[in-house]
């Protein structure tokens, strides 16, 4: 099972950008999923999480300019990200809780993809 990032790049403060998150492989369920940020010499911080279901918690940090959404079809999970700031600048990686068979849940990270914001 994979999880794989893409979407990030270079953009400069108050501009947007959209991260998706596609796990592959022999998966039985995708459970709750979740965004981390990890700026260079920090430590890892969790940004937001969504559950199969829809229910959605941020990051006190995202002040209303993130959405985390997924599309279980897809096995994907997104990270639409608005009025970006320079402090926002870190790797971004996606967090999965999968399931191989019934019950048989672990951990999943992807490889992060790089999110810089330039002032």
């Known amino acids: 099972v994979h999880l794989v990032e893409s979407g990030g790049g270079s953009v400069q403060a108050g501009g947007s950008l959209t991260l998706s998150c596609v796990a592959s492989?022999?998966?039985?369920?995708?459970?709750?999923m979740r965004w981390y940020r990890q700026a260079p010499g920090k430590q890892r911080d969790w940004v937001a999480t969504?559950?199969?279901?829809?229910?959605?918690h941020y990051a006190d940090f995202v002040e209303g300019r993130f959405t985390i959404s997924r599309d279980n079809a897809k096995n994907t999970v997104y990270l639409q990200m608005n009025s970006l700031k320079p402090e926002d600048t870190a790797v971004y990686y996606c967090?999965?809780?999968?399931?191989?068979?019934?019950?048989?849940?672990?951990?999943?990270w992807g490889q992060g993809t790089q999110v810089t914001v330039s002032s």
């Open positions: 492989g022999n998966i039985y369920s995708l459970n709750t």
């Open positions: 969504i559950s199969p279901g829809g229910i959605i």
């Open positions: 967090n999965a809780d999968i399931e191989l068979s019934p019950k048989d849940e672990y951990d999943s």
